[in-house]
């Protein structure tokens, strides 16, 4: 049973960092991409950041380029986002995803993920 468990969200001051964390059980991720896609309040699901499973593909949303990172330790089953510099325009629930997809290849489309964790909320603000 495939399993995503998010954590690392709370309150962050603007200009401060964060790092959310997406741990993965019930299935080996090296074959799966990995995103991060945030909803705010009112808002549609937005796709931030992906990576493909090879790692040699990434993507992020133009919003928050320069500002986060994602990663992957496959060893361990966990995805991280990296976030500095949050804006308070970045508050939203974050959830972690992933989907077999090919090995260099990630989507910054929500759809496409097939598993989704329960999502963390982050709220920036000072």
């Known amino acids: 049973q495939v399993q995503l468990v998010e954590s690392g969200g709370g309150l962050v001051q603007p200009g401060g960092s964060l790092r959310l964390s997406c741990a993965a059980s019930?299935?080996?991720?090296?074959?799966?991409?990995i995103g991060w896609i945030r909803q705010a309040p009112g808002k549609e699901r937005e796709g931030v950041s992906c990576?493909?499973?090879?790692?040699?593909?990434?993507y992020y949303a133009d919003s928050v380029k320069g500002r986060f990172t994602i990663s992957r330790d496959n060893a361990e089953n966990t995805w991280y986002l990296q976030m500095n510099s949050p804006k308070p325009e970045d508050t939203a629930v974050y959830y972690c995803?992933?989907?077999?997809?090919?090995?260099?290849?990630?989507?910054?489309?929500?759809?496409?993920?097939?598993?989704w964790g329960q999502g963390t909320q982050v709220t920036v603000s000072s």
């Open positions: 995803a992933t989907a077999f997809l090919p090995s260099d290849y990630c989507s910054g489309y929500p759809y496409e993920y097939e598993y």
């Open positions: 019930g299935f080996t991720s090296d074959y799966y991409a």
């Open positions: 990576i493909s499973s090879s790692g040699g593909s990434t």
